[in-house]
């Protein structure tokens, strides 16, 4: 099971429905000018950033998790047992939407733009 930390809050979706990650290179080529060379910078890649997109069996549940990803205040720390890679801690950079996964409600999802810290 999925949690969501943070100080004294700790949310708990039903399923991480999916990741959507990217990590910067951040390496640099320059191009010589009046040459065919040309210049490398080799540089460690950046962390991992993009959209987390956790289930909630209900609106309620997921208006409660949507405002307490956009409260500002620190870092969360994301643990996905049955998915190792998926854990780490991350900082909300971006929107945190909920949506509706059906007709009658029953399953609402939240995506929030997170950046690894």
């Given at each position: 099971m999925?949690?969501?930390t943070r100080g004294a809050t700790v949310l708990t979706p039903v399923d991480v429905l999916g990741w959507s990650l990217s990590r910067p290179s951040r390496s640099v080529v320059h191009d010589l000018l009046g040459t065919d060379e040309v210049e490398v910078t080799v540089r460690p890649a950046g962390p991992r950033t993009?959209?987390?997109r956790t289930?909630?069996?209900d609106h309620t549940s997921a208006l409660?998790?949507?405002a307490a990803l956009a409260?500002?205040?620190g870092a969360w720390v994301v643990a996905v047992p049955e998915r190792p890679g998926l854990s780490m801690?991350?900082?909300v950079t971006g929107d945190v939407d909920?949506?509706?996964l059906s007709d009658d409600g029953a399953g609402w999802a939240v995506d929030?733009?997170?950046t690894e810290v």
């Open positions: 999925a949690t969501m993009g959209t987390l289930l909630w069996t409660a998790a949507a409260v500002p205040g801690t991350a900082l909920e949506s509706s929030v733009t997170v």
